[in-house]
């Protein structure tokens, strides 16, 4: 059992690290209570590379939330076979179904954050009750909040999140995948540089930022899984907020 303060005493020390040693690190340390996510996207090639040479049986999760390019689908299947990976796609709780057909007109357009909610953020919670850890593939440079984000995260359920390319830049992420000859997603040379779900994802312009085409104009530039939305402890008080919000009534249904 770590303590806070060992986490982050070895959360400084990772900041010298080299992602493989922070992998391995962090596979050993809590297999088999560990797992890994990832979007499938031509950057998330390499922490996914690196980590299944550590151990090709690393539980994988897709948030398989059904508005995903179908590009994307087909990139994920053909990695997956030709990797030989141990991929868990996670769906949304069916049982939101009635509430937001009845109460959202276009749940992605009308209510992004309900969508991620629903779709990435309770699905993750889920699949990850049962482990230690999760490793996953946000770096520093993409968003104002993961400027901040540290290499070792507890969250308030006792699940540490662990991000080895935290310190990678996007040219040491490019140079990594042409040394290993890594497969590209099809939409990349389509001037999609980051790819979420289709009707939250534009392709951008060269002298634009990666990410300026994710929920762009919208006021969004995080689905939750990496902010306070996945970090509490306690989720009722969010659902209550978007029952409310949807039907008038706190009324619980779990
Ligand atoms: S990215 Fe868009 S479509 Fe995907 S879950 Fe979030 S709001 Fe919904």
């Known amino acids: 059992m770590l303590t806070k303060k060992r986490i982050a005493q070895l959360s400084d020390d990772f900041e010298s690290k080299t992602p493989q040693e922070i992998l391995t690190w962090a596979i050993e340390a809590f297999w088999p209570q560990v797992a890994m996510s990832s979007s499938f996207q031509t950057h998330s090639m390499p922490l996914l590379h690196m980590a299944t040479r550590i151990r090709h049986d690393l539980l994988i999760f897709f948030l398989d939330t059904g508005y995903h390019f179908w590009d994307t689908l087909i990139f994920r299947e ?4 030709e990797w030989l990976l141990n991929v868990l796609d996670l769906y949304r709780d069916s049982r939101w179904d009635v509430l937001v057909r009845q109460n959202v007109r276009t749940l992605p357009l009308d209510d992004p954050d309900l969508c991620c909610y629903i779709h990435k953020v309770q699905p993750m919670q889920k699949a990850s009750k049962d482990l230690k850890a999760w490793i996953s593939g946000i770096r520093r440079e993409q968003t104002e909040t993961r400027a901040q984000a540290q290499i ?3 969250q308030d359920n006792g699940l540490l999140k662990i991000n080895p390319l935290l310190n990678w830049t996007k040219a040491e992420v490019e140079r990594y995948i042409r040394a290993q000859d890594l497969p590209s997603h099809p939409l990349l040379e389509k001037g999609f540089r980051s790819i979420g779900c289709a009707p939250c994802t534009q392709a951008v312009e060269q002298s634009e930022d990666d990410r300026a085409g994710r929920w762009a104009g919208r006021g969004k530039t995080e689905c939750g899984l990496h902010t306070e939305m ?3 402890k306690d989720l009722h008080g969010i659902k209550q907020d978007i029952r ?7 009324e ?3």
């Open 78 to 81: 053909r990695v997956a076979g």
């Open 230 to 232: 996945f970090r509490q």
């Open 152 to 154: 070792l995260e507890l």
């Open 252 to 254: 619980s249904k779990d």
């Open 244 to 250: 409310l919000n949807l039907t008038g009534t706190s």
